[in-house]
């Protein structure tokens, strides 16, 4: 099986999980037990170091499988993928522009290897008070003599306290770099994750006081974070959108069973909310998966970047919308909590909240279409 079918395969096993984990909170550690077992954490990993090779569009197809069984779920792998996607798409020509040198490159091979024989990644990059903006965050690092030393607080860290290691983000004076951080000694999890919706994905708070190896600098070179931001953001954008996606297509398949069961189906005002949403979702998924297509055969290009933006813009409202209104055509039974269609509902919402904003996608597009460099409009965009 190819790796979109073995997602469809674990679906239902995701999706009857859903349920239980939205009402205590608890993370899926079952789910995430079946994707290692599935082979899928080696998902973007290079063949020749042990993984399946897959491109930005292969994983698009395998998260809105995924996300349509249990958005929280789909949330975590996101992550996990977006640090070994980011390392092994970044292109040969670029990391030579950039100077990586060849033990940064042996480091990334090794990171790859380990994540495709079951390796867990998760990602500390946002803060209170500055969200997903590099530029904002209090975390500092500064050279020691065995290694880096790490100090901050990060939130909104899916899977945290259940990851192998961790990509940080951190600062030394103006200077903003990224680290893969192994679990352990240093790393504190604050439990304080109680959200509206992806409740499951256990995105508690980290406290970081921690000496990494002299390999965790991520491309061997200080400073790299905020120029591959605005060069290649598809896996700090769109990589998201995939998700909301089937967030939003399991709206439509939740209504619609219950639909069925009430035999509301024969309604005329219901069956118009279905088919918008079946039509709004469609033209979401085509986004996601034109912007997919463009990083795959021309990251980084201005128009691959422009469609990664409207993506992330189209699949976090659309989640949002379509998810609202199979609600109003359910009806109150459906409000219920213990309902898939309200829990659904609630991660739905988040969609447009997850960086970047929809407010900041939308942003970044007038700017572009007004003739602006989108990444230079006063407040820095990360």
Same mark, same amino acid.
């Given at each position: 099986?190819?790796?979109?079918?073995?997602?469809?395969?674990?679906?239902?096993?995701?999706?009857?999980?859903?349920?239980?984990?939205?009402?205590?909170?608890?993370?899926?550690?079952?789910?995430?037990?079946?994707?290692?077992?599935?082979? /899928?954490?080696?998902?973007?990993?290079?063949?020749?170091?042990?993984?399946?090779?897959?491109?930005?569009?292969?994983?698009?197809?395998?998260?809105?499988?995924?996300?349509?069984?249990?958005?929280?779920?789909?949330?975590?792998?996101?992550?996990?993928?977006?640090?070994?996607?980011?390392?092994?798409?970044?292109?040969?020509?670029?990391?030579?522009?950039?100077?990586?040198?060849?033990?940064? /490159?042996?480091?990334?091979?090794?990171?790859?290897?380990?994540?495709?024989?079951?390796?867990?990644?998760?990602?500390?990059?946002?803060?209170?008070?500055?969200?997903?903006?590099?530029?904002?965050?209090?975390?500092?690092?500064?050279?020691?003599?065995?290694?880096?030393?790490?100090?901050?607080?990060?939130?909104?860290?899916?899977? &945290?306290?259940?990851?192998?290691?961790?990509? +940080?983000?951190?600062?030394?004076?103006?200077?903003?770099?990224?680290?893969?951080?192994?679990?352990?000694?240093?790393?504190?999890?604050?439990?304080?994750?109680?959200?509206?919706?992806?409740?499951?994905?256990?995105?508690?708070?980290?406290?970081?006081?921690?000496?990494?190896?002299?390999?965790?600098?991520?491309?061997?070179?200080?400073?790299? &974070?905020?120029?591959?931001?605005?060069?290649?953001?598809?896996?700090?954008?769109?990589?998201? &959108?995939?998700?909301?996606?089937? +967030?939003?297509?399991?709206?439509?398949?939740?209504?619609?069973?219950? /639909?069925?069961?009430?035999? /509301?189906?024969?309604?005329?005002?219901?069956?118009?909310?279905?088919?918008?949403?079946?039509?709004?979702?469609?033209?979401?998924?085509?986004?996601?998966?034109?912007?997919?297509?463009?990083?795959?055969?021309?990251?980084?290009?201005?128009?691959?970047?422009?469609?990664?933006?409207?993506?992330?813009?189209?699949?976090?409202?659309?989640?949002?919308?379509?998810?609202?209104?199979?609600?109003?055509?359910?009806?109150?039974?459906?409000?219920?909590?213990?309902?898939?269609?309200?829990?659904?509902?609630?991660?739905?919402?988040?969609?447009?909240?997850?960086?970047?904003?929809?407010?900041?996608?939308?942003?970044?597009?007038?700017?572009?279409?007004?003739?602006?460099?989108?990444?230079?409009?006063?407040?820095?965009?990360?």
């Amino acid at each position: 099986m190819n790796a979109v079918e073995v997602a469809r395969e674990l679906a239902p096993k995701l999706a009857a999980r859903a349920g239980e984990h939205d009402v205590d909170g608890s993370f899926p550690a079952a789910d995430i037990a079946d994707l290692r077992g599935a082979g /899928l954490t080696g998902l973007m990993v290079p063949v020749e170091l042990g993984g399946a090779g897959a491109g930005f569009a292969d994983y698009a197809l395998v998260a809105m499988e995924l996300g349509a069984a249990h958005g929280a779920t789909a949330l975590i792998f996101n992550m996990h993928a977006s640090v070994t996607g980011a390392l092994a798409q970044i292109p040969a020509e670029v990391a030579r522009a950039l100077g990586v040198p060849e033990e940064a /490159l042996a480091a990334k091979d090794r990171i790859l290897r380990e994540a495709a024989t079951g390796s867990w990644y998760a990602v500390a990059m946002s803060e209170r008070g500055a969200g997903s903006r590099l530029s904002a965050m209090t975390t500092t690092y500064e050279r020691v003599d065995d290694g880096w030393r790490i100090r901050g607080e990060k939130s909104f860290v899916s899977g &945290a306290g259940h990851a192998d290691a961790y990509l +940080v983000a951190a600062k030394n004076g103006e200077l903003v770099s990224q680290f893969l951080v192994p679990a352990g000694e240093g790393i504190t999890v604050r439990p304080v994750w109680d959200s509206l919706g992806m409740r499951a994905t256990a995105s508690h708070d980290v406290l970081l006081d921690v000496v990494a190896p002299p390999d965790s600098l991520l491309g061997g070179i200080e400073g790299l &974070a905020l120029p591959m931001a605005q060069l290649m953001p598809q896996w700090l954008v769109a990589s998201y &959108a995939a998700v909301y996606v089937g +967030v939003a297509r399991s709206a439509i398949d939740a209504a619609v069973a219950h /639909l069925r069961q009430r035999n /509301l189906d024969g309604l005329p005002a219901v069956r118009a909310r279905v088919g918008r949403a079946d039509a709004a979702v469609a033209a979401a998924r085509l986004a996601v998966l034109e912007a997919a297509r463009l990083v795959d055969q021309a990251p980084g290009q201005p128009e691959t970047n422009r469609w990664v933006w409207r993506a992330k813009l189209l699949a976090g409202q659309t989640a949002m919308e379509v998810a609202a209104s199979m609600l109003e055509a359910a009806g109150t039974a459906a409000s219920r909590r213990g309902h898939p269609l309200e829990r659904i509902f609630r991660d739905a919402r988040c969609g447009s909240l997850q960086p970047a904003t929809s407010d900041v996608c939308a942003d970044w597009l007038g700017a572009a279409a007004l003739g602006a460099d989108p990444e230079n409009v006063g407040v820095p965009r990360w």
